[in-house]
Structure formats: structure tokens, C-alpha cells
């Protein structure tokens, strides 16, 4: 940081004085939904635009490479940012041309008048109404008409963005070069750190410390150092040497200096791409062309190419290209000088190690000029194509004879195929002097294939698709190429439906359209209900103010814990060994078994069978053994580190579920079986029967913020108070007293917000919680601990992996009469929540279908690995992935489209599911329907086949599923909610309920049910946080119910202030709400009131198959189209219509922000993410390196969401339905 300067989210605005638009605009676009990405992807926006003021959107799109979002689905954030494009002003500028609208903008009521969509054009199919309002209040519930003359946001709100009112970069830093000149040293204890500004320290460095690490932007090396715990006692960084970053044009090519950045190489090589002719810069194009797929722009901006090189990982995206192109390296050393090496198949030696030597540096890259008859292609396969490692790489040098299709020489470099990057030496000798064509094309894959063996067991998996790959790869460059050679060999002829074969998938601009019902003019502005307003806290989310668990401050003695975890599936515990541990400086002490009693050392959500701290046995990977307690983080995570643990290997270890059927390992076997008729009997008689069975795999919630918790022992009666990142307060609390042996009433948890929890902080928040109670005891200290990504991944579980097998019967025209299914879920080591998981997978495996005969069983299987947990959908995805492959088998065999299929078996109003639960207010064909024609499905088709028939190498596909989900938890009791009000002689209310605020908008929807019943501002009221000493005894923030259970429970509440407040308002009809609340006050009426609601008829008796297990359901309608690239199995999904009921929305952004957010994670589990286990059951996939969830580049080119029109629920708050 040395003589740089710094800006961080909190230096570029602030709630308190004034926000810059980058901050605004995220949150009035309902960009932030958590806010735990939102400062992250705030400052990629703000350096975009202090870089370019006006960016374009393709430099927008580049700028966000680097960016997670886990909630929003992206959409918005696009929505509110392409308002400072260039783009953006063009067409606001078109449109004013074109419209006559006046200086207003946006506001001009020419625009008003039209029907609404946010992205600035005007919609079609907005919902309109008759915009009278009937306002009938009973039981909560309303009834409006609506008109249609609202947008999401209004991009004329924005504060205009003015360059010039930047904050200027420090003179001092800009007009001196003093810091940069300066030969820097630090010395720490354990490391060195030396920052030469010549080459000639720099070799003198180097031959002083031949160990000595050069690290350059530290992508790499920080990774060593983090994740592989490696050490490196002298660091050198080579930044300030001139030779080292220096980039300049030779005579045959470009001379790159090693420490130069992508960025800045990237920058240099288009500068020749422009100027110099085409023909010279092939190698250029493809190189400029992989880096736009390298990293993310962060990465890019630090990272250097010769740090590629030298890093040598076998899928470096650079290597292979400058492998293929011959590139020439300089390396020196103090006393030899430079001596020059081609980066060949000699190059590298083995796994990471090349031809350098120790003392030895990389001095620069030449990479030459291509000429007229040489032709350069790459490419990269990755699973996301942005920010993501390659899967398989190529690079294709081919030079022909002049002017005709005979191979002069040709050259390769693969990555991914063998443990460094390598060429093809075979299938180049034998292709020199044949020509360009089909025939070569042959002998070159079976060359290929030759060169390229890759082992069975070769690490990264993926055997025969990475074989398979680069001979797609290269024949993506035969067909590239051949079209290029066309215009210069005419005996060359491409079919053009082979042409689709080289298109890559490029980033799209993005369309989208929400519709939503809007409130008539009538409705009082104050009364803020089923607006669009945007999400309480976005402002200080995007700001950086919000306060989340690992923020609140230091608390006096604090210190910090790290887990031991367990390494084995299967083992005894011999000896633990801590001593090496409690020698080191700042540690505490060491927390285990030891330090509890037997009886008190289990805990667990439905039943307690987890260990706090295991001590005798492990039965998975990732159970916690004890946690050390010392000073800092850094401290007590290299101790926990030196803890060694001694195992005895058991036998048998049960990862898969094939395992754990085979051992017949269960939680029970079968859980449930629920049966509807007789199915033998119809699968006997039935014409036609399908047979089959289809498997999904885990996913990481990957919320942003890991699992933290903060516990404070209080200095009276065994108090202690926890600030938990906790889906699920009361339970926290509830455990801590249980281990502890103290009342729940000393135990209070409390949560302001949390970043994302998704299900997986519903019950195993409690487990990190509940093992820091016992040492914050022991210490009488508070202790803090934020989970380590790769910690939060083993210890904390992911959705359950589920073997699914049905057996079906139906008629000819695939009328489903009856199937039988058996759903085998991994649940791991424990039981945590599997049996409500199952069982809703059981309840809801039928999706939106009549299916009048059924058996289901259910199998939750005991295996060797992390303990599953909630996620949401909670089973739900799960079953219905099976009742759609049922369909579409189906479909297949009766040659039918499925659409035809789930069309003829939709549910009906009034139909019985296979559980006996009677379906009301059923919308589910009013969606289909809806969806079937605002997304034009029937024609759509018909362009999609002719896509098809025209292009042999790219398919496109159109689906239609719908969804219904039951709103309810299958507990009964837990369909509970409370609340407590607190009025104040100011007027203002202080708002407490029993749900966390976890991005889904829950606090906001509480305040707007509130303000909506005292008719008051929302900005009188407050919610500060959840904490169980203001409700008491509530249920989790899950099932999908926190707005439901609260909301009744918020209106409960102020409906007993306002009934005591009624008084006073009919003696004073004109009187404040301040007024009001003062009379009261001063003749001693209570101002405070709780409120509760218990969701009436709701239980289901699995005996009997009596009662009801939902609530409602919420249904909808999605129809999405995808491109796949046949030859590598990219995609690209290119429209997505969703229709959905969500009632009487109660503010219709964050609703369509959940069905967004929800789709992408639904993308990400069936396209993206997949946990990876090793055979001994530890998780693989460990971090965002490993693990990709979706990114900016992969939401849908078209996403429309609609909330559909004319739908009320009379079984929730205000007719809502949750989404
Ligand atoms: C999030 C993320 C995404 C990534 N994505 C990609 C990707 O898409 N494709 C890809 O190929 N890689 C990727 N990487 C890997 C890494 O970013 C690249 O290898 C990058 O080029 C390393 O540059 P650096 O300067 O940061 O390396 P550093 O960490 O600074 O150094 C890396 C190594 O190079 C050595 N070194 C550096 N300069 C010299 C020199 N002059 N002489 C001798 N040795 C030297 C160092 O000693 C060290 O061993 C990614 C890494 C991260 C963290
Ligand atoms: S808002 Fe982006 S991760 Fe939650």
C-alpha cells in the first residue's frame, strides 16, 4: 500500500451526509437484497466510472467478472447501473426524440401515461385495472383494483452523476514519483519482504535468497499461502523494476516484461491490434480474447502473465497460447546474464516446475507477429465462463504454404490434459504437408487422441469429456480457420450449417421486463403497501454503514476461536494432542470434550444426536473435535492447525447413497410411505408404464457471509448474550442453556441482519454457537469466530443429494394415472432437519400434477459425510425434478412435447392431492396460460426447430415447468408467529417480530404491514433487531413462512395499539398520530402491546393421511430457452418468462427480486454447482475456486417477470402469497 491511495465503500458516501450514485442507485434499483456483495460490487462500479465516466456496457459487464451475487439474480443491479451508460443516454436521448417528452425526463406525463417497464421501454403487457378502490378490510385482507402507471424504480430520481464533484486523488501521490522510487524492506518475524527498484538488486536479491518468493499481484502466492498454509520466509516484489513491467513493439513481435499485468498487456495488445495489419496480429486477438475470460478484472488488474508462466499450473489459460505460438522467454540470473528459452513441450519438467533455476528470474515474454498465411486460434472450456479455471484449454498454430491449404508447420498447447500444459508432437509431424480438410481433420483426432492419453484416475475427473473435448476444441479451430481460408482457397466450401460450430457465446444485452399490480391513485400515499419501496437497510447496505454479525465492535478481552475438525468418515479418536497448540504465544487454551459432561455433550435440532465435541469417535469429515481460544484470528488459526489428531481407521465408510443402500444404512427404512389408491393394480393393468430413475446432486448455500457468532458472558447468574448469524435465534438460545445447564432466560440471541442464509443458517448456526458457549464459560471471556469459507463448507452441510426411482402409468394420450416412487436422500452423519426435508420431498414430488393413484416412500440414508440440511425449496426441488424427468420420459415415449404432457395432467381448483389436501384458489392453469402467451411458447417452437434444422452444431431447446410450492412447516407447531410494538410519546414505534432479516426483504414487509395499519409513515418505524428477549419461543426464519407468521402476528400488534389509540382519534378526527399518541400517554394508556398468530387449520396426521400439511400454496409458470454448443456443452440460456401468483403482493420489488434470485440459484443447482466429494467423503469443492455459483454473465439474455394479475390469498396478510 505503500504510497498508494485507498478508497473504500464508507470513503465515497455515506447515509449521514450524502450518498454517491453509484450507493443510490444500487439500492433504489432493489439491487441489495442481504447487502453482504453489495460494497463489493459498489466499488467495481465506482472504479469503472472514476476510469470512464460515461462506460459503455460491454465495459460494464467486464467490470463485474469479479463479482458473486448470491440473492438478487443479478437483473437489477444491471437495471440500476446501465443508467450510467452510454448505452442508456443514447436511448434516453432517442426517446425524448422521438416522444417530444419535455425537460422532465422520465417524469414528463407523456411517459406516464404509458404502461410500465422498468428498463426505460414501454411495455406491452402491463397490468391494468379499472382504478377504483374497494378497500374492504376483513380479516386482514384487502381487495383492490388497480391501475398500471408505476416502474420498479424511476431512473429520473437518480442524483445526476457529475465527474467533476469526485473526491481528487491525493496531489501528493499524483505528481511525485518519491514513494515508487523508494527500495523498500519489511521485516516481520517470520518474513521479509523487499521491494528492489532495479534488476541488478533484484539479482542480487535473488542470488542472496535463491528461495526467496518474487510475487507480483499475489493471486497466487496468497492462495499458497491461505489455503496450503505454505511459508515463505523472503518475499521480492519486482514491481518497480523497469525492465520487469516494461512493454514494448520489436522488430518481429512484443516484448512483455514479466511482472507486467494482464491488464496492462491486454491494453498494449489491442493498441497493436488497431495499428498494425491485421494478418500481424493473430496471436494478439486470441490472447486478448482468452484474457477477457481470465479471472475477473480484479485478478487482472494485479496479476501478472509471467507469473502465469511461472506459476505452471497445468490449466493456465496464457501457457497454452504461448506455447503454440513459440514464444521466447528471457530469464537471467546475478552472474550468467540473460539467456534465452522457447517456452516449449521442453519447458516444464513436472507438476509446476520448469527449466528455471532458483536463482534465476523471468525477465520477459516475447511473443512473435503471426504473418498472412498463418492462422492462431484458442479456446477455453471452463464450467462458467467467466471468473472460472479452465476444464480443458487449446491453442492452434497452423501456417500454410502461400495461398493454399497445405500445412507448412502447425503447432498445439493443451491445458488440462496431463500435469503441465503440453503440445501434440505426434499430430504435428504427421499433419505437416497435408491439406486443410475433412480427411486430415480424421488422421489429426486419431494423432490426438495419441498425444493426449489422459489416465483414468487423472485428477479434476471428467475423463472422457475432456478427451472428447479437445478434439471438439480442435475442430472448432478446423472450421474457424477453413471459413478464414475460404476467401483465399477456393476449393474450400464450408457448409453453412456448420458455421454454428464456431460462433462462441458472448455476453448479451441484457432485456427484462417485471409487471406487477399497482395501487390505484386513491390509496393514500402514506399507506405504502404492495408498493415497489425499497428494502429498509439497502441504503446503508450500499453505503457500507449495515452492521452484520462481524462487525459489531470489539468487545473489551474479546477473543478469537478456531476449530479442530475431524479428517476422517469413519474413525476412533487414539490421541489428540494439543500441546504444540498451547505452547504457542496468545493461545488460551484448548476447548473439548473434556470440558463438558458427558450427558451434556449433544445437541441437535430435531433430535440431539451431534456431539458438541467429539472425543471418542468421528463419523464424517468436518465434526468439530474441540476449538482453540487465543488472541487474534491469525493465532488461533495456526494453532488449531497444530493440534494433531490420532485416528484409528473403521470400517464401513458410506458416502454415496448406492453405499448406504447397500449397507442398508438409514435413519429409518422407509421414514414414510404415503399411499393413494391401489398402485400395484393400476401399474398391472395400465397400457403403458415408464420406468426410470434420475439423481440430483448437493449445493452449497455459498451465502456470502459464513456462519459468525459473538458470545458475551455477562458478569451475573450465568447471563450471556450471543449475536449469532442465525436463522433461528430461539433455538440458538435454547441449545446454549441446554448444554450449559442454565435457564433460557439468560440466554439471549440477537440478530440484526445476515448475509444471505438460504436454509443453511436455520439449524447449523447453533452448532458453532453452542461449542463457543462452553469455552466463552470457561474464559469468562466473549469470544468471536466467523467461519472460514472452506471451514462454513465442511462443517455446515448442503442441500440433500437425492436418488430418486419412479415407476408410472398412463394412457395413450399421457394422462399420468399412477406411479410409485421411492426418494433416497443423503443426509449425512446426523439427522438436523432430513425428515422434514424428506417428507416435503414426498409431499411435493408431485409438483403441479393430478396423479389420482400413488405410493411414495422415503429413505433417509445414514452416510459418512457432512450433516445435510435445509436449503431452500427444502426437498421441494428435489421431488419435483423427479415428477419432470417422469413427464418427460413420458413425453419421449409417447413422442409427445412434454408441454402437451404437464398441460393434460395440470391440477384443477377443487382437485385432492395424493395426500388429501384439496386445492382453493388454485391459479395454476391461469399462470400456464398466462406464461404459455406472454412468452409466445407455440411460436417460439416453430423458430427454434427451424434454428435447429438450420444449424448442425448449436441446438436450441424451449421448456415449460411449472411450480407449486406449499407454504407451511410440516411441524404444526412451529406455524407460529409474535410480535411486540412499542409506541413512543414522539410518535415514533419501535417494531419487533420473531423473523431475521436475511435479504429477503422481511423487516421492510413487517414495517409496510404496520405503517399500513396505524397509517403512519414507514419512517416512524424501526426495526432494530431480532433478539429473544423481545419475542420469545419463535420459529425459524424458514419455510418459506416468515412474512406469513410475523406479518399476522405485526398486525395482531398494531391493530390492539390502534383499537387503544381509537378513542382519541374519534374525539380529535383532526389530530397527529403524535398527538394521538401523546393524549394516550398522558391518561395512562399502555402503549406497548404483543401480538400472535397461530396459522388456523393446519396439521396433517400421517397415520390417517388426515388434515392439511400446508397452509397454501404458491404456484407459477416458467418458460425459459437455451443454445447449447453441442461440441463442448456450453450454453447460453437466452429468454426466461416466469409467471407467478404471489396474491396481493406486499411490495412487489422485493418479491420480483426473490423469484430472480431464486431462479439463478435454481439455475445454479441444476447447470453449475456441484459438490464434489473424495471416495473417504471429504468435500472438495471448498471454495469459489472449486465451487461456482452463478454470475453476472449467466443470468438469462431476456428475463421477464410477471406477478399475476387479479389474484388474492384470504389465508395471509394483506392477500399475500410469499414468494
Ligand atoms: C480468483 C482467481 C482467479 C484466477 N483465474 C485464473 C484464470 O482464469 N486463468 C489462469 O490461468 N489463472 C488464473 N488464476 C491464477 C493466477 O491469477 C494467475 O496465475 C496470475 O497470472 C498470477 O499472477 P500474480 O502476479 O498474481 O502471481 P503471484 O502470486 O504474484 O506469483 C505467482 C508465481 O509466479 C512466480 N513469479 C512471478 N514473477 C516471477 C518472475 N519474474 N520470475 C520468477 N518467478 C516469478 C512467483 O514466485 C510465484 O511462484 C486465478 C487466480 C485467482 C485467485
Ligand atoms: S445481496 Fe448479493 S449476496 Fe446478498
Sequence with gaps: MHGLAVTTVEGIGSTKTRLHPVQERIAKSHGSQCGFCTPGIVMSMYTLIRNSPKPTMKQMETAFQGNLCRCTGYRAIIEGYRTFTEEWEQIQNEKRLNSGVCGMGDKCCKLQNATKSVNGSVGTNGVDGDGTSSNSETNGTNNFHYTADETLFNPSEFTPYHPSQEPIFPPELKLTDKYDKQYLIFKGTDVTWYRPTSLKKLLKLKSMHPDAKIVVGNTEVGVEIKFKHLTYPVIIQPVQVPELVRITKTQTGVKIGAAATLNDVEIFLRDQIKNQPDHKTRIFVAMVEMINWFAGKQIRSVGALGSNIMTGSPISDMIPILMAAKSELEVQNKDSGVRKVVLDNKFFVGYRKSIIKPDEILLSIHVPFSHEDQYFQAYKQARRREDDIAIVNAAVNVTFKPKSNIISNISFGFGGMSFKTVTAPKTEDKLRGMPWNKETLEVAYSYLLEDLPLDPGAPGGMIQYRRSLTLSLFFKAFLTISQKLEKCVPSIKLDQREVSGIRGFQGQELKSSQYFTVVPNTQEKTNVLQRPIVHMSAYKQASGEAVYCDDIPYQEGELYCSFILSAKPHANILKIDDSKALAMEGVYGFVSAKDISEKKNWWGTVVHDERVFYSDKVTAPGQIIGLIVAENQDIAQRAARKVRVEYQDLEPVVISIEEAIKHKSYFADPHRIIRKGDIDKVLTEASHVVQGECRMGGQEHFYLETQTCIVIPKPEDDEMEIFSSTQNPTEVSKLIAEVLGVQQNKIVTKVKRIGGGFGGKESKA??????????????????????????????????????????????????????????????????????????????????????????????????????????????????????????????????????????????????????????????????????????????????????????????????????????????????????????????????????????????????????????????????????????????????????????????????????????YKEANPNDTWEQLVKKAYFDRISLSATGFYRTPDIGYNWETGEGNVYNYYTVGVACTEVEIDTLTGDHQVLRTDIVMDLGESLNPAIDIGQIEGAFMQGYGLFVLEEMVYSPKGETFTRGPGTYKIPGFADIPAEFNVSLLKGSSNPRAVYSSKVS
Design 766 to 1063: 447453533a452448532m458453532i454457537a453452542v461449542a463457543m458457549a462452553v469455552a466463552a464459560k470457561k474464559f469468562n471471556r466473549p469470544l468471536r469466530c466467523m467461519l472460514d469459507r472452506d471451514e462454513d463448507i465442511i462443517m455446515t452441510g448442503a442441500r440433500h443429494p437425492f436418488l430418486m426411482k419412479y415407476k408410472a402409468a398412463f394412457d395413450e394420450i399421457g394422462k399420468i394415472l399412477g406411479c410409485d416412487v421411492e426418494l433416497y436422500s443423503n443426509c449425512g452423519y446426523a439427522l438436523d432437519l432430513s425428515l422434514s426435508v424428506l417428507e416435503r420431498a414426498m409431499t411435493l414430488f408431485e409438483n403441479s400434477y393430478r396423479i389420482p393413484v400413488v405410493r411414495v416412500t422415503g429413505y433417509p440414508c445414514k452416510t459418512n459425510i457432512t450433516s445435510n440440511t435445509a436449503f431452500r425449496g427444502f426437498g421441494g426441488p428435489q421431488g419435483m425434478f423427479l415428477v419432470e424427468c417422469m413427464a418427460q420420459h413420458i413425453a419421449d415415449y409417447l413422442n409427445r412435447d412434454p408441454v402437451e404432457i404437464s398441460e393434460l395432467n395440470l391440477y384443477k381448483e377443487g382437485d385432492i392431492t395424493h395426500y388429501n389436501q384439496k386445492l382453493t384458489n388454485c391459479t395454476l392453469d391461469k399462470c400456464w396460460t398466462e406464461c404459455i402467451n406472454s412468452s409466445d411458447y407455440y411460436n417460439r417452437r416453430k423458430e427454434v426447430e427451424k434454428f435447429n434444422r438450420e444449424n448442425r452444431y448449436k441446438k436450441r431447446g424451449l421448456s415449460v415447468i411449472p411450480t407449486k410450492y406449499g407454504i407451511a412447516f410440516t411441524a404444526p407447531f412451529l406455524n407460529q408467529g409474535g410480535a411486540l410494538i412499542l409506541v413512543y410519546t414522539d410518535g415514533s414505534v419501535l417494531l419487533s417480530h420473531g423473523g431475521i432479516e436475511m435479504g429477503q426483504g422481511l423487516h421492510t414487509k413487517m414495517i409496510q404491514v404496520a405503517s399500513r395499519v396505524l397509517e403512519i409513515p414507514v419512517e416512524k418505524i424501526h426495526t432494530s433487531e431480532i433478539s429473544t428477549d423481545k419475542v420469545p419461543n419463535t420459529s425459524p426464519t424458514a419455510a418459506s413462512s416468515g412474512s406469513d407468521l410475523n406479518g399476522m402476528a405485526v398486525l395482531e400488534a398494531c391493530k390492539v395499539i390502534k383499537e387503544r389509540l381509537k378513542p
